[in-house]
Each structure stands twice: as C-alpha cells, then as structure tokens.
C-alpha cells in the first residue's frame, strides 16, 4: 500500500539545505526521503536530561557546580 504524501514548502539557511543535499546524495536517495528518514526517527535521548530538574537551586548555586566540574 502506498503512502499518502503532503507536499509543504520550508525555508533552509543555505548551509543546511548544502548539507542535507551532500547528505542525501552520498546516501543516494532524495532529499524528501532523507527528510522524511530523519524527521520519523525518535530522538536519541540528551546525555544531560534531568540535570536542571534535579537541583532546583542550580540557577543560585552555577559558579559552586562549575567550580566542581572543573575540578
């Protein structure tokens, strides 16, 4: 069965379009296949995620936390 397809039109910076063109080419498919590969893919999670919710006080407490990081 084939898919129903929804043509819309985006905006790109030139930069991004150049490199979802090189993309696309060196996987040698389309650049709506590409799109549509990378857009339906769930997002990899944030190595960081929770860090903020973890410590409420962070925002008060950012130079301590630095110091610490730099060790």
Sequence with gaps: M??????????LPPAVAARLDREAERRNTSFSSLITELVT???????????IEDDRQLSQRVEEVLARLAG
């Design 2 to 11: 084939a898919m129903a397809t929804v043509r819309r039109t985006i905006s």
């Design 41 to 51: 893919q769930p997002p990899e999670p944030l190595p960081y995620a929770g860090l």
